[in-house]
């Protein structure tokens, strides 16, 4: 029996001094477990999501060296491991020296090549240029270099021939993407396959995604089932960012027998080394000790562990949050409070004349069942003190004399700036932290937060939950404290700002949005592959058959009663998500992306001003004639 031993490390983008010495030590550790080879994820040196840092020469250098040190560690123990290959001699399609998003293997203090090859690396075939991934701006594929050495694709890529006892194993080594081909017209598993490999191992650096995994399962087993070649996928763990999206990377090292079934997977999250048994004469691949699957829902562990790694990232070790007595603040505060102790969180309430009692006795409550400070500081005063001074101003335009009073809706703004961008920045200078910003994505989406103040913050941990999800996020929290710490009174009241009269909770009255059928037709705008719009969203309307596209659990029929209000409701939202809230999100905090689909750097947006299509203005037209 041959023992593979993983490691999902914790990878520091960018410190590659640090990857380096976590590196050494898990190669410590092989050796001394016994292990004939040592499999580490994509990148482990680097990180992934490091942006234009691959464009500093002393950055490669260094990451070569590194490189080198570890191939000579190589004693007694074969290393597989991820990291960047650079070529000196050649130069990438933008000028700059070519990479490759590579995978190594080494042993007795030297780098192996794949059979055949002159290069002591294999390269990643295909490169994902969607979503976060940005491969092709900074590397060259496998396909130009089998090219330049005069090669097929299907010639070049060649298993590592690795030693251990009893002799080699043959490895197919691919590099993440490599497996995830069904899109892809080239197909580097079967292309490997073509060789006889003994295993296949998949180096990754995966980011959380809600449903990815799932998805990984399937496609891997489909496909090795196919092949009949077993696989052992290693992953790595930490927070990697590429400057507005926080992208958690959960481990989940995995092992898939040669019919590709889930022998074994890692556990999220966690510092990982997992040990594997290989028979080479019969493919037989499996855990030495069992490793059941991992069940339920990641979305809390990955929500809890991006924001420790955040907050231990920027140093910051206490944080001021922002109470209203709603679910999005008190959301965010068991959240904080699950990974801070109770005396490092600052809880806030800022009412003004318009916070019911209702509301302010439930913030309070929250802050008791947390255990944390809690301090009120009223606000109205401010507000009504900046409002006479602008009431006090006039000034001499073109269209004569104009004064500067502000209208209500303005001093609903007021509100929020003065909460957050006064106090709750004060505050945090004060604590010694940070302060939070509690939007979710339905408000994202729509703007329905105001610029410099609900939407200021360090960290929007909860802005890529749509409203339910942060409900289901709050029912989660209480489950893992144990305990009830959001109240059952946050879950039943109505939403609301409380920004005026028209908001007031008691009265029943709350955000203009009906969430279980607004959360839906905005992901609909957001996260499918093929983005909707209104033209998608009429015709299905249309049809009868925009809850079964959309996913609401309500009938629509039943919210609108015509087409014409329909119509209202859609392009009023639909002006707001493509037009002035895009301005909001570009200025908005980082985020915990969670989703299919995050705002920031995976859904890119342009300022631009709202369209409708000509498909769309005709079927309004028809839908809203008389003779209907």
């Given at each position: ?22 590196i ?12 004939d080879i040592?499999?580490l ?60 998003n ?12 794949p ?14 240029n ?14 130009v ?30 590099l993440?993407?490599?497996?995830w ?34 998805k990984?399962h399937?496609?891997?087993?489909a ?9 052992l ?18 481990g ?7 019919d590709?079934?889930l ?31 991992r069940?339920?829902?990641l ?15 920027i ?28 005396d ?25 069942r ?22 006090s101003?006039?000034?001499?335009t073109?269209d ?54 609900d ?59 009906v ?36 996913g ?10 015509d ?17 002035f ?27 631009l ?20």
């Open positions: 029996m041959i023992r593979i031993i993983t490691a999902q490390l914790d990878i520091r983008p960018g410190d590659i001094r640090a990857n380096r010495e976590q050494e030590e898990e190669i410590r550790r092989a050796k001394a477990a016994g292990a040592l499999v994820p994509e990148m482990c040196l680097t990180g992934y999501l490091i942006g234009d840092l691959w464009d500093q020469t002393a950055f490669l250098r260094e990451c070569e060296a590194a490189n080198a040190r570890i191939a000579a560690a190589a004693r007694g123990l074969t290393i597989v491991w991820g990291s960047c290959a650079v070529d000196w001699d050649r130069i990438q399609d933008d000028g700059r020296v070519r990479k490759y590579a995978a190594f293997a080494a042993a007795d203090g030297g780098f192996l090549s059979r055949g090859s002159r290069r002591p690396y294999a390269v990643k075939t295909l490169l994902p969607y979503r976060q991934f940005d491969d092709r701006r900074y590397f060259t594929p496998a396909a270099a089998a090219a330049e050495d005069g090669l097929s694709l299907s010639a070049f890529l060649q298993p590592f021939d690795l030693p251990a006892k009893d002799g080699p194993v043959a490895a197919g080594v691919l993440c993407e490599d497996s081909d069904e899109n892809y017209a080239t197909h580097p598993m079967d292309l490997l396959a073509a060789h006889g490999p003994d295993l296949f191992f998949n180096l990754s650096a995966s980011p959380f995604t809600l449903g990815k995994n799932d990984r399937r496609m891997l087993t496909a090795l089932s196919r092949l009949h070649v077993p696989m996928y290693v992953n790595c763990r930490g927070l990697q960012n590429n400057g507005k999206d926080c992208y958690t990377f959960d989940m090292t995995a092992a898939y027998d040669a590709g079934r022998a074994g997977e890692a556990a999220p999250y966690e510092e990982a080394r997992s040990s594997f048994l290989f028979d080479r004469a019969s493919r037989t691949l499996a855990p030495e000790t069992p490793m059941p699957p069940t339920g829902s979305l809390l562990p990955a929500l809890r562990y991006g924001v420790s790694r955040f907050l231990a990232d140093g910051a070790s206490r944080a001021v949050i922002g109470v209203s007595g709603g679910i999005d603040s008190a959301v965010n505060a068991a959240l904080y409070r699950s990974v801070l102790p109770a490092r969180l600052l809880l806030v309430n800022t009412p003004t004349r318009f916070n019911s009692e209702t509301t302010k006795g439930l913030a309070a409550d929250l802050a008791a947390l255990g944390a400070p809690y301090v009120t500081i009223p606000i109205g005063d401010f507000v009504d003190r900046t409002a006479d001074t602008l009431a101003l006039t000034i001499r073109a004569g004399e104009k004064n500067l009073a502000p209208s209500s809706f303005m001093r609903e703004n007021m509100q929020a700036r003065d909460r957050s961008a006064r106090i709750l920045a004060a505050l945090a200078a004060s604590f010694g932290g940070v302060f939070t910003c509690n939007a979710n994505k339905t408000e994202f989406t729509i703007g329905y937060a105001t610029l410099y103040g939407m200021a913050g360090a960290l929007a941990a909860t802005a890529d939950l749509w409203k339910h999800q942060v409900y289901q996020t709050g029912r989660a929290l209480n489950e893992w404290f144990g305990e009830a710490v959001i109240p059952e009174g946050t879950f039943a009241i109505r939403p609301s700002a409380e920004l005026s009269d028209a908001q007031a909770v008691d009265k029943g009255l709350g955000d203009p949005l969430y279980d059928y607004h959360d839906y037709l905005f992901r609909a705008f957001v996260e499918p592959w093929e983005r909707k719009t209104p033209e998608d969203i009429l015709r299905w309307y249309a049809d009868g058959t925009l809850e079964q596209n959309i609401t659990p309500l009938a629509v029929r039943d919210l609108f009663p087409a014409a209000s329909f119509i209202a409701d859609l392009e009023k939202w639909w002006k707001l998500f493509a037009g809230a895009v301005a909001k999100r570009i200025q908005s905090p980082p985020l915990i992306a969670v989703s299919r689909r995050p705002y920031g750097y995976d859904l890119r947006e342009s300022q001003a709202p369209y409708f299509t000509d498909a769309y203005l005709a079927l309004k037209e028809k839908l809203l004639s008389p003779a209907r």
